[in-house]
Each structure stands twice: as structure tokens, then as C-alpha cells.
């Protein structure tokens, strides 16, 4: 009998998840944060995935945090400042062989999950998967990508990998996941936030170049100096590749703003320029763009941190 993939942040990954592991007959179950959300969820009769314009609904059982069944398996995939408080909720259902597949962006959240919850294994997850919610318990296919996992702290792979291949969720297991963190944090930093200032698609970036390949300089030389030279490695064409390729989706980011929701800065560039300050190393460019950022977002009357 598998084990029960328990899925804590009904997000866009998170949905995305749930149902293709559903679609495999592999057994799921959406963990909600009160009874008003189980309510909702059963009314509408489970999440839909939309993929190459066709909806498809998969009635996966929910059940709240609350519930006292043990949980083995969590994907936790809520965004990086609500993981704490999330895992917390569940944290009576957790035992030491409990394993957490944290599918956060950005840095910062996974150790302090890590640090809540000493017993469960941690493992980290970076996607670079494109997808967005159309609506309530809905969520579109919007990229084909990848996802890298990894645990520095037990380099052997897990078991259940299997239930991805057949779940159709192109992986692989990283012996250097911090690497592929770093690079994504880079990566996210030099896209998302200029996405939000100048009001544009991904590709709308193509236009700032100089712009973009300043922070990819103090970006680069940020990673160096924290001791990830292979994160720095060719970034530069790397962001400049990535901003092609997605040139007609808006940033995670960017999708946040428009729908008033709080952004991840503080995971994201708030990271980046307090490791910086940590290492003594100056990051004029960096610096200004949090606080252009952060004055936008007090301007919509949106959280900055």
C-alpha cells in the first residue's frame, strides 16, 4: 500500500501537484486550515487541472489540519512566510519518521522548518514548473519544467521518487540542492521584482538589459562570496535564457501584486541583501531595488516584509 501524500497550501505548485499524483491512482489528501475552507472545498468537489485547455476535476479528499491521523508524507507547498505557522498546525501529527518535501522559494524558510521540526526529515525541493490559479481549487498547467530535490543532511534518495515518474513530474534527486536553491534565488531576484516595477510580462525585461545584467553582477559576485561558485556560474546568460523562454508569463511575483497578496521579498531579495550585509560585501544595486519595492508595495498598501 503507498503511502499517503498529505498536501498542506492548496497554491498553484501545490494543486499541481496533488492532482497529478491523484490522475496516477496514487493516494492524496489536501490538508486545509479550517473547517470553512473543507467546507468550500468539498462544495466545489475537488481541484480541477487545467492542461492544454482542458479542465479535469479530481475529487481528493480534504480534511483540516486539526485531523489526528499521523502524517508520513508532506508536501508542504504554501508560500515561504505562512511555512512555519503552516507545519505548525500539523506539527502533533508528525512523528520521526515523518518526511517533508518543502516546496518553498527562496532561502530562509526551510531552515526554520528544519528547526521546528528536528524529528522529520527535510527535503528540499526547487521547481522551476509554471502555473497559476484561475480560480478557486482551479489550476492551470501553464510550463513544462523540472524539480530538483535534495537533503545536505542525507544525501541518499528517498523510495517514493518512483511515485513522481509515474505521476508524470519530470525530477531528479540533487546531491547539491543548495546549489540549485542559491541559483533559483538568483534567478528569482534578478526576474520578479523588476517584473513588479515595470509593470510587465516576463519578456517586458528584454527592454531593461542593463538593468538586469547590473544585478546579475552583484548577484554573481553575492554567490561567490558566500561559497557557491557553481550558483554564479553563467548567470548572466542563464536569466537572459529564462526571460526568453517565459517571456509571455508574468512572475510569481508579479502575480502576487495583482492579486493583492503578499510577496515573498523577504525570502527573495530581503535574503540576498542580509546575507550580503553578513559578509561585508556592498550590493548598491540590489539594495536600491528592495527599496523601490518595498515603496511600491506600501503604495498598493501591501505587506513589504
Known amino acids: 500500500m503507498s503511502t499517503t501524500w ?16 491523484a490522475r496516477a491512482g496514487l493516494p492524496v489528501r489536501l490538508v486545509l486550515r479550517n ?15 487545467v492542461e492544454q485547455g482542458q479542465a479535469q476535476c479530481y475529487p481528493i479528499p480534504g480534511e483540516t489540519a486539526d485531523s489526528p491521523e499521523p502524517i508520513k508524507r508532506l508536501l508542504l507547498a504554501c508560500k515561504a512566510y505562512d511555512a512555519e505557522a503552516a507545519v ?4 502533533h501529527r508528525l512523528g520521526d519518521e515523518s518526511e517533508l518535501i518543502l516546496l518553498q522559494n527562496g532561502l530562509g524558510s526551510q531552515d526554520a ?31 513544462h519544467g523540472y524539480t530538483w530535490l535534495g537533503d545536505p543532511a542525507h544525501p541518499v534518495a528517498p523510495f517514493w ?16 540542492i543548495l546549489t540549485r536553491l542559491w541559483r ?8 520578479n521584482p523588476l517584473t513588479v516595477l515595470h509593470h510587465c510580462k516576463n519578456g517586458g ?26 550558483a554564479a556560474e553563467d548567470l548572466q546568460p542563464e536569466v537572459e535564457r529564462v526571460i526568453q523562454a517565459t517571456a509571455a508569463n508574468y512572475s510569481s511575483m508579479y502575480q502576487d501584486v495583482s492579486n493583492r497578496r503578499r510577496t ?12 550580503a550585509q553578513r559578509h561585508e560585501l556592498t550590493v548598491p544595486h540590489l539594495e536600491q531595488l528592495r527599496q523601490r519595492l518595498i515603496v511600491h508595495l506600501h503604495n498598493l498598501g501591501l505587506p513589504s516584509d
Not at 497554491?11 to 499524483?21: E, I, K, N, Y
Not at 527535510?122 to 502555473?131: F, M, P, R, V
Not at 511515485?163 to 519530470?170: E, K, M, R, S, Y
Not at 538589459?209 to 557553481?230: F, I, S
Open 6 to 21: 498529505h498536501v498542506l497550501g492548496a497554491g498553484s505548485l501545490g494543486t499541481l501537484w496533488a492532482t497529478r499524483l
Open 35 to 49: 473547517d470553512a475552507r473543507l467546507q468550500a472545498y468539498r462544495n466545489a468537489g475537488g481541484l480541477t487541472l
Open 88 to 91: 505548525s498546525s500539523v506539527a
Open 113 to 143: 522548518v528544519a528547526n521546528c521540526m528536528p524529528q522529520a526529515r527535510c527535503i528540499s525541493a526547487s521547481s522551476t514548473e509554471g502555473a497559476f490559479r484561475d480560480g478557486d481549487w482551479r489550476v492551470v498547467f501553464a510550463g
Open 161 to 176: 521518487l518512483d511515485d513522481l515518474a509515474a505521476a508524470g513530474i519530470p525530477h531528479a534527486w540533487s546531491a547539491d
Open 184 to 191: 533559483k534565488l538568483a534567478l528569482n531576484c534578478a526576474i
Open 205 to 230: 525585461l528584454q527592454e531593461h538589459r542593463c538593468e538586469v545584467a547590473t544585478l546579475c553582477a552583484e548577484l554573481t559576485d553575492l554567490l561567490e562570496r558566500c561559497g557557491q561558485p557553481a
Open 264 to 275: 515573498e521579498i523577504s525570502y527573495l531579495l530581503g535574503y540576498a541583501c542580509k546575507v
